[in-house]
């Protein structure tokens, strides 16, 4: 059995004396797992960084086995992606992330996204916003994904801006006010037709929706513990985008 791709390194651990274990998104063949023969010498440690994209070669005598693969470089972002810490943590949350999914499976518009936000790790808002539409997309998925289209009780699609905590559907201004302490806020920019970017304040809500029935659904039902470096990401970039609106408010005063 052979095949080839490009794929996104998600994380790589030792495997006997000098190869190392490298766990791969692929486009067409998902997340992928494969023994790289000398994986641990200095020519080939810099390619084998999380957040690289690199060209695969997977080859095993049985579809079902562990197989090889053989690795060649295409963009070494590994460097840059360890500058500053909404990046390091925003790899590790991603790939986790993607071990909620069965291996094998393929999730083509998952490695296009995963691909675009590591590109983008550098703004604190475009990488919060991109991640969590990105957990929106895994919850989805999963077969737990929320309807942010229209109001759950009239309808409308307009005035969005609670979802109901039982259902995962957005609900009009109107609708919810009644129980408007049992709702969770739907943050402005994930709106239906959402024109303006997100705030720290619409960031926070934002990660506090998903991280909700992330644990309702995923982890609580598989006696997980939340991922810690989904907290260190959000507090990374809830922190780094605090400061730019700071700075944004000291030059327009």
Same mark, same amino acid.
């Given at each position: $059995?052979?095949?080839?791709?490009?794929?996104?390194?998600? *994380?790589?651990?030792?495997?006997?004396?000098?190869?190392?274990?490298?766990?791969?998104?692929?486009?067409? !063949?998902?997340r992928?797992?494969?023994?790289?023969?000398? +994986?641990?010498?200095?020519?080939?440690?810099?390619?084998?960084?999380?957040? %690289? #994209?690199?060209?695969v070669?997977? !080859?095993?005598r @049985?579809?079902e086995?562990?197989g090889?693969?053989?690795i060649?470089?295409?963009?070494?972002?590994?460097a840059?992606?360890?500058?500053?810490?909404?990046?390091?943590y925003?790899?590790?949350? $991603?790939?986790? @992330?993607? #071990?909620?999914?069965?291996? =094998?499976?393929?999730?083509p518009?998952?490695?296009?996204?995963?691909?675009?936000?590591?590109?983008?790790? +550098?703004?604190?808002?475009?990488?919060?916003?991109?991640?969590v =539409?990105?957990?929106?997309?895994?919850? %989805?998925?999963?077969?737990?994904?929320?309807?942010?289209?229209e109001?759950?009780?009239t309808?409308? !699609?307009?005035?969005l801006?609670?979802?109901?905590?039982?259902s995962?559907?957005?609900?009009? !201004?109107?609708?919810?006010?009644p129980?408007?302490?049992?709702? @969770?806020?739907?943050?402005?920019?994930?709106?239906? +037709?959402?024109?303006?970017?997100?705030?720290?304040? *619409?960031?926070?809500?934002?990660?506090?929706?998903?991280?909700?029935?992330?644990?309702?659904?995923v982890?609580?039902?598989r006696g997980?513990?939340? %991922?810690?470096? =989904?907290?260190?990401?959000?507090?990374?970039?809830?922190?780094?985008?605090?400061? $730019?609106?700071e700075?944004r408010? #000291?030059?327009?005063?």
């Open positions: $059995m052979q095949w080839q791709s490009e794929a996104i390194i998600l *994380g790589v651990r030792r495997h006997g004396e000098s190869s190392v274990l490298v766990e791969v998104m692929t486009r067409d !063949r998902g992928h797992l494969g023994m790289v023969r000398g +994986g641990r010498s200095r020519t080939m440690q810099p390619v084998l960084q999380p957040g %690289n #994209r690199v060209a070669v997977w !080859r095993a @049985l579809d086995h562990l090889e693969f053989r060649e470089p295409v963009e070494l972002r590994a840059r992606l360890m500058e500053t810490a909404t990046a390091v925003g790899v590790q949350a $991603m790939g986790a @992330l993607l #071990r909620l999914l069965p291996e =094998r499976d393929p999730h518009h998952l490695y296009d996204a995963l691909d675009v936000i590591l590109d983008h790790m +550098g703004d604190p808002l475009d990488a919060g916003e991109l991640f =539409r990105f957990e929106l997309a895994v919850l %989805n998925d999963l077969g737990y994904g929320l309807d942010l289209t109001c759950a009780a309808g409308r !699609r307009d005035e801006v609670y979802v109901s905590p039982k995962g559907k957005a609900v009009s !201004r109107d609708a919810g006010a129980y408007a302490d049992r709702m @969770l806020a739907l943050p402005p920019f994930l709106g239906q +037709g959402a024109q303006k970017s997100a705030t720290r304040a *619409g960031m926070a809500e934002a990660f506090r929706l998903t991280g909700f029935f992330l644990h309702r659904h982890y609580e039902p997980m513990s939340e %991922n810690s470096a =989904r907290d260190g990401f959000v507090q990374a970039a809830l922190k780094a985008i605090g400061r $730019m609106e700075e408010l #000291r030059q327009a005063g």
